[in-house]
């Protein structure tokens, strides 16, 4: 299993900046997408940002010009730059990996535990 925890969540003034952390840790996989998700009060989990296993990046057109989604070198952590925050960006922001044991075995998908991300107007 691959496992994942995040950090970086916390309360910020509006136009405030946050970084979130996902770190991947367990058996050795092959990613085929990393995304992190938005889940705000009341609300469906929305995708926010997620980047291909080949480097490929997509993004909500809310996210676009604010959010960046980047990895380290040994893409083992997978990271969210948040800018110019927004009270509507408020939410449990959850990191999301699929992942496979081999390009033959069916894709699996990891969630982390969430951090709450509080933008206060």
């Known amino acids: 299993q691959v496992q994942l925890v995040e950090s970086g969540g916390g309360l910020v003034q509006a136009g405030g900046s946050l970084r979130l952390s996902c770190a991947l840790s367990?058996?050795?996989?092959?990613?085929?997408?990393m995304a992190w998700y938005r889940q705000a009060p009341g609300q469906q989990r929305e995708v926010v940002a997620s980047?291909?296993?080949?480097?490929?990046?997509d993004q909500s057109d809310s996210s676009k010009g604010r959010f960046t989604i980047s990895t380290n070198n040994a893409k083992n952590t997978v990271y969210l730059q948040m800018n110019s925050l927004k009270p509507e960006d408020t939410g449990v922001y959850y990191c999301?990996?699929?992942?496979?044991?081999?390009?033959?075995?069916?894709?699996?998908?990891?969630w982390g535990q969430g951090t709450q991300v509080t933008v206060s107007s």
């Open positions: 980047m291909s296993g080949g480097g490929l990046i």
């Open positions: 367990g058996q050795s996989a092959m990613i085929d997408n």
């Open positions: 999301n990996v699929i992942w496979r044991v081999s390009l033959w075995s069916n894709p699996k998908s990891s």
